[in-house]
């Protein structure tokens, strides 16, 4: 009888090994959606500081070619602001303080819309470019070019607070809209998320990563980088215990009627 049961465990044991999918990722995800919570928590964009935004720096506009515009009453470039979209918190020349110098010019277009996220199943948006690497210190310039009929973002969180207010730099650009913005990357080797803040862009595929020097580790979900942040996975824990279950049972019904059968010879 001992043996029997020990066979049984053991089995069992066997089935519980091969059922990875669920125990291993829901870890991995866990662990992921703390940091993504992490992430998430420290944006405060009701706090954002429209005082700092430099629409003197805004390019790609061509005012000589808007017509029936009165620009009388209200400064200028407010109405512009809001109808292609903006760029928050550029800088072409302030540099971080341990860089001594600016190292690199960078400059990428980036285009972003729905037929971007065609190679990866299961994304609704995405960028011909999701990945980005620069050197630390360097002066990284994005040419921002929504192809979409929506709205569309390129914010980069976690910068220095007292250089980029809120951590962060923001392109916006209306649809069809184009927006250039520019920045200086700090010295430290790190990887800086870059996403689509509007609701469930990020999560159907406009992230992105920029990473600086040697960065510190991979985002998730970054598609064509790193694995989804959220494996689809349709099964509770408790059909998991259930299905062990039967499948104990069922190995003990099988070693029992096995036994029967060859002591009944
Ligand atoms: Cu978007």
């Given amino acids: ?26 870890a991995d995800t866990a662990a992921t959606q703390a940091e993504e919570k992490g992430d998430r928590s420290q944006m405060d964009h009701a706090q954002m500081d429209h005082a700092q935004m430099d629409h003197s720096q805004m390019q790609g506009m061509d005012h000589s070619q808007m017509h029936g515009m009165d620009h009388s009453g209200h400064g200028g ?11 928050m918190n550029t800088n072409r020349d302030r540099l971080p303080p341990a860089c001594p110098e600016i190292r690199r010019d ?19 948006f995405g960028m011909s470019q999701h990945a980005f690497e620069v050197e630390p210190c360097s002066r990284v310039t994005f040419t921002f070019i929504n192809e979409d009929a929506v709205r569309h973002q390129f914010m980069i969180h976690k910068l220095p607070r007292d250089m980029y207010p809120q951590g962060m730099f923001h392109i916006e650009a209306a649809g069809g809209a184009t927006k ?17 803040d ?24 970054i598609p064509g980088i790193s694995a989804r942040f959220r494996v ?17 049972a069922l190995t003990l019904a099988g070693l029992w009627l096995w036994r029967r059968w060859r002591y009944a010879r």
């Fill in 1 to 26: 009888m001992n043996r029997f049961l020990a066979a049984g465990l053991l089995l069992f044991a066997v089935g519980v090994a091969a059922e990875p999918v669920t125990s291993g990722s829901t």
């Fill in 77 to 87: 470039h407010d109405m512009e602001f809001d109808a292609g979209g903006m760029v």
């Fill in 106 to 124: 960078y400059e990428f277009t980036v285009r972003a819309g729905t037929r971007y996220a065609a190679p990866f199943s299961g994304n609704t």
């Fill in 180 to 196: 250039v913005g520019t920045l200086i990357v700090p010295r430290a080797n790190r990887t800086y998320l870059i996403h689509c």
């Fill in 198 to 221: 509007i609701a469930q862009h990020m999560e159907q595929g406009m992230k992105g990563q920029l990473r600086a020097g040697r960065g510190d580790g991979d985002l998730s979900s």
């Fill in 232 to 248: 689809d996975n349709y099964r509770k824990p408790a059909q998991a215990v259930l299905a062990a279950a039967v499948g104990f």
